[in-house]
């Protein structure tokens, strides 16, 4: 993918508070790594939620410098623009702007409820409602078990809206031996989804 910044692909990413905030980091960082500039937000749980799994390294306010140490300074090919969830004012809130999709990562089921219903209470809310009535690519990665009924019809909605449900399910296949390993094929599944070429994981092969 190329890097030139008149041709980034624009990707927002909302992090909420379910635990997996290593699959958030991981995404973003794998993201940037390729060049894309994105647009983030973070709920106010989700900022809490990085702190607490990935330590204080992690605040909110200095996230592209823990990423970049984290996974390398290849991260620093990407633009990372920060947005807080209560201003739906943002770019990110308007469908005349040029984000090509969302993702969700991880994604609460207090947000999956709201945006089955299209409730529009934060700019992950708006910014997800916008995808889908825009007929953009959505991503949505529920961290949650077991499911309750309401859950899994909630998921069922934003389907036949038109997101993609990703589940933060690793797979074993390719033999993991650390967390890390794990959080880099939810990521590439993510990546995937957006036609992102990448390498975080080796693909399947018929033996």
């Keep these: 993918m190329s890097v030139d910044s008149t041709r980034r692909r624009n990707i927002a990413?909302?992090?909420?508070?379910a635990s997996g905030a290593i699959y958030a980091a991981r995404t973003i960082a794998a993201f940037l790594a390729e060049g894309c500039e994105l647009d983030v937000v973070v709920s106010e749980f989700g900022r809490r939620l990085l702190r607490e799994e990935l330590g204080d390294g992690a605040a909110i306010e200095r996230l592209h410098d823990f990423l970049a140490e984290r996974y390398g300074e290849e991260v620093r090919r990407g633009v990372l623009t920060l947005h807080s969830n209560r201003d739906q004012g943002a770019k990110i809130a308007s469908g005349s702007q040029r984000c090509?999709?969302?993702?969700?990562?991880?994604?609460s089921m207090k947000t999956l409820a709201g945006v089955a219903h299209g409730l529009s209470r934060s700019l992950t809310e708006r910014a997800a409602d916008v995808m889908l009535k825009e007929r953009r690519r959505l991503v949505i990665v529920p961290r949650e078990t077991p499911m309750s009924l309401m859950q899994l019809r909630n998921m069922v909605s934003c389907a036949e809206a038109g997101a993609m449900i990703l589940p933060a399910m690793p797979a074993f296949y390719h033999m993991p031996t650390t967390i890390d390993h794990l959080a880099d094929f939810v990521a590439g599944k993510i990546l995937a989804a957006f036609g992102v070429e990448h390498a975080?994981?080796?693909?399947?092969?018929?033996n």
Excluded: N, Q
């Design 13 to 17: 990413v909302a992090v909420t508070g």
């Design 100 to 107: 090509e999709g969302m993702v969700i990562v991880p994604c």
């Design 200 to 206: 975080l994981y080796p693909r399947w092969k018929d």
